[in-house]
């Protein structure tokens, strides 16, 4: 499982994992959409999901794409930047391998603005928003991490080859 902060580089990062382990790949948030389809017919992106239906069933849907990704046997699965905060998920990922990417908050930032600024930040002032959830996330994200890994200054592949053989070494 790969934990981190959105823009942090877990689905791509997993993706070259799972890659070089021969592995499936899967992102709960696109596994979320999936589901969101399934209930409702309406095809969106994870983000608008969040816009309009709220973080409630958000973190509902969240739950399910990761019970979803966690009976499919093993596999890298990305997980969304939040999805670690739900007490139940915490206990669920007791069985897992759990690596944290790490990025400053600047960093984060600045990805962040390039991709578009996420749903759940307050729009009013997005980077103090950004800031008290890193303050919060950071905490957890190393609690539940058997591996933390900094993606700041380095590509992917870099960072995918890190995790490869500080895996084989647990």
């Given at each position: 499982m790969l934990v981190g902060f959105k823009a942090s580089g877990k689905s791509t990062v997993g993706r070259l994992l799972a890659e070089a382990l021969g592995l499936p790949f899967e992102d709960t948030d696109t596994v979320l959409e999936g589901l969101h389809e399934a209930r409702t017919g309406?095809?969106?992106?994870?983000?608008?999901?969040?816009?309009?239906?709220?973080?409630?069933?958000?973190?509902?849907?969240?739950?399910?794409?990761?019970?979803?990704?966690?009976?499919?046997?093993?596999?890298?699965?990305?997980?969304?930047?939040?999805?670690?905060?739900?007490?139940?998920?915490?206990?669920?990922?007791?069985?897992?391998?759990?690596?944290?990417?790490?990025?400053?908050l600047e960093t984060l930032w600045e990805r962040m603005k390039e991709e578009g600024l996420p749903a759940f930040l307050d729009p009013r002032d997005p980077k103090t928003s950004l800031g008290k959830l890193y303050a919060e996330r950071v905490p957890l994200y190393e609690s539940l991490a058997h591996l933390e890994v900094g993606s700041e200054g380095r590509g992917p592949e870099s960072i995918a080859a890190e995790?490869?053989?500080?895996?084989?070494a647990l």
């Open positions: 309406e095809r969106l992106p994870f983000r608008e999901i969040y816009r309009g239906r709220g973080e409630s069933y958000f973190r509902e849907l969240e739950g399910e794409a990761l019970q979803h990704c966690l009976g499919r046997g093993l596999q890298v699965v990305a997980l969304g930047g939040g999805t670690p905060g739900r007490q139940e998920i915490k206990k669920v990922l007791g069985g897992c391998t759990v690596v944290y990417l790490k990025a400053s995790i490869l053989t500080r895996l084989k």
